[in-house]
């Protein structure tokens, strides 16, 4: 009983959020536009690191380092380094 109500859950919840992005007044649609918006006009594009351009989000790298604060790992591996400010960052 519990499986066919997780199930029917799950399929309400798809159909919601599928029907929220074809509504031009949810935050699902918003979010789907802006999104596209800072793609279009290459937002990540406009950030560096110490003069060295960084393809982050200013978001994304205060996460990153409090992820890298937090778990203080003894080694970082970066791949798909396309300027290197993200190098200098770590």
Known sequence: ???????????????QNSADLADETSNAFS????????????????????????IQLPQDIVAFQEKVFSSRPDLIIETGIAHGGSLVLS
Not at 31 to 38: C, N, Q, S
Request: hydrophobic share 45%; no cysteine; glycine share 6%.
């Open 1 to 15: 009983m519990i499986n066919t109500e997780l199930k029917h859950l799950r399929y309400s919840i798809i159909s």
């Open 31 to 54: 979010f789907r536009k802006l999104a596209g918006e800072l793609i279009l006009h290459k937002y990540a594009y406009q950030f560096d690191w110490l003069g060295r351009p960084i």
